[in-house]
């Protein structure tokens, strides 16, 4: 709907304002005979929000907004929720309202692809804001210049999350950009929400065209398997830690073999068997990639926490993990149910840890008794990062 | 019988019998009379064809592609819209 323009040399959108409420109404009732729907919506929701709009820019307000009910917002999808910044209007009297900015761009996406990448890229980001655990984030990409079009593409783009600052390792040839970054978290924002653009940019190198990172953007918490190995999709990134995960896939790559000649003539002096694997490894560090990995962007928080180490002999449990100082006791919780033959048994425990030096640590006297094992499940601040059954010795 | 979608701070929920969820949309273009005296100012077209033929009709035609899932109503420069199944509208 916010397509709408007129025809001219210079075509102008033209703005909208929306109001989008939910009402129950008998089933006799007609609504579209309410004028009272008329004056709730446009006298007091827009009219709220242009007030609000003014007080805080000085301005009137000349893009399409969209605004809703508080009723209307909770019943939308908890991804959709990301998409609504909350307002708290005081109106002349003191009163004050509640109700939600909606993201524009959720109107002029009919697919719905947008609107989902937009979604997951807020969530990821307030998963992030919350755990403040990073300082730093690395970006690693490859581009490279199609050969029939001279179109710079970009192939994968790859962001990690850090505590401590790394040098930066980009190498450039005429069809090859192998880029890496360093930036600080202030700049995360702009970077992921670029990624929705169709375009990719670091400041000085070429713009390159997302269109083979093409897939539905997921966010994805990924914590351990049975004390053994990380959950996918962070195990195919060879994440080593409980990590919140942001992913779009994308094609096969079948437009960088495409253009694979004359990047290997870039790159004479790396492994004549694989050259661009090969520079990747050396210049981004990258181990995992070749060229099975279809195009893709990743955006990876690893915890700064260690596997953890789960004991239970005779009638004591410890749980210990390997923590850096910036997580909180609080933010750890265990869960722990009694087994007897696989079966559950009455003991129920939800507890937190102590700081011990560099480790959590959870330290319990089971008294039951007859448990031959239990399941524990270990999360840090909601996210379980951790479910494994451990026996007793 | 309406209630009020603003959380009921006008019309008190628990007067009337609850049966229909309905979600309502409100469409204005905003500045409808500016825009189009400003627009027709630049160009050889009157205002009032551009708020028919380049605000109104392309609005209402587009609404008019949900007219099997949804009921509308034209406004002056607006529009109310009535929808009663989110799900169809979001993957």
């Not at chain 1, 033209?14 to 409420?21: F, T």
């Not at chain 1, 729907?37 to 000085?58: C, F, G, M, P, S």
């Not at chain 1, 702009?190 to 000085?204: H, N, R």
């Not at chain 1, 896939?249 to 002096?269: F, H, I, T, V």
Request: with cysteine.
């Amino acid at each position: 709907m916010s397509k709408l323009s007129i025809p001219f040399k210079n075509p102008i959108l033209i703005p909208l304002e929306i109001g989008l409420a939910k009402a129950e109404l008998d089933e006799d009732v007609d609504p579209i005979d309410q004028d009272g729907t008329i004056n709730i919506l446009k006298v007091d929701l827009l009219k709220y929000y242009k007030e609000y709009y003014r007080k805080k820019t000085n301005k009137r307000v000349m893009n399409t907004f969209i605004v809703i009910t508080k009723d209307f917002y909770e019943s939308l999808s908890e991804d959709r929720r990301y998409l609504c910044d909350k307002i708290v209007y005081t109106d002349d009297k003191g009163k004050e309202i509640e109700f939600y900015f909606a993201e524009p761009n959720m109107m002029r996406d009919i697919s719905g692809n947008d609107t989902n990448d937009i979604a997951k890229i807020k969530k990821y980001l307030d998963k992030i804001q919350t755990d403040r655990l990073w300082k730093y984030f690395e970006l690693k990409a490859l581009i490279f210049r199609e050969q029939e079009t001279g179109r710079w593409i970009a192939q994968f783009i790859y962001i990690r999350l850090l505590n401590e600052p790394v040098s930066e390792n980009s190498l450039r040839t005429n069809n090859l950009i192998l880029i890496h970054k360093l930036y600080s978290m202030t700049e995360l924002r702009p970077v992921l929400e670029s990624v929705t653009s169709g375009e990719f940019q670091v400041s000085d190198f070429p713009s390159a065209l997302l269109e083979e990172i093409d897939g539905s953007m997921e966010y994805e918490f990924c914590g351990y398997i049975n004390n053994y190995r990380i959950r996918s999709p962070a195990d195919s990134f060879i994440v080593t830690s409980p990590a919140h995960i942001l992913l779009k896939g994308g094609k096969s790559p079948s437009k960088l073999s495409d253009s694979e000649m004359s990047m290997l003539q870039d790159l004479r002096n790396y492994d004549q068997m694989s050259p661009i694997v090969d520079a990747t490894r050396r210049h981004l560090n990258l181990g995992f990639w070749n060229f099975t990995y279809s195009a893709f962007f990743v955006a990876i928080a690893p915890l700064p926490m260690q596997r953890p180490r789960i004991a239970f002999s005779n009638n004591q449990m410890e749980i210990r993990i390997g923590c850096e100082e910036d997580v909180a006791p609080l933010d750890l919780e265990v869960n722990i149910i009694g087994k007897i033959d696989g079966n559950n048994t009455s003991l129920r425990i939800h507890d937190n840890f102590i700081r011990i030096a560099e480790d959590m640590v959870y330290n319990t006297n089971l008294k039951a008794g007859d448990e031959d094992g239990a399941l524990v499940d270990l999360y840090y601040k909601g996210n379980q990062f951790e479910t494994c059954y451990v026996k007793r010795e | 019988m309406f209630i009020c979608p603003l959380c009921a701070f006008k019309v008190r929920r628990g007067d009337l019998e609850l049966k229909k969820v309905t979600y309502i949309l409100f469409i204005d273009i905003l500045g409808y009379q500016e825009l189009a005296e400003e627009i027709s100012s630049k160009i050889d077209f009157e205002a009032s064809h551009i708020r028919r033929f380049y605000f109104r009709d392309p609005l209402d035609q587009t609404l008019y592609k949900f007219h099997n899932s949804i009921d509308y109503r034209p406004l002056t420069d607006s529009f109310l819209v009535f929808a009663y199944d989110l799900k169809q509208y979001s993957k």
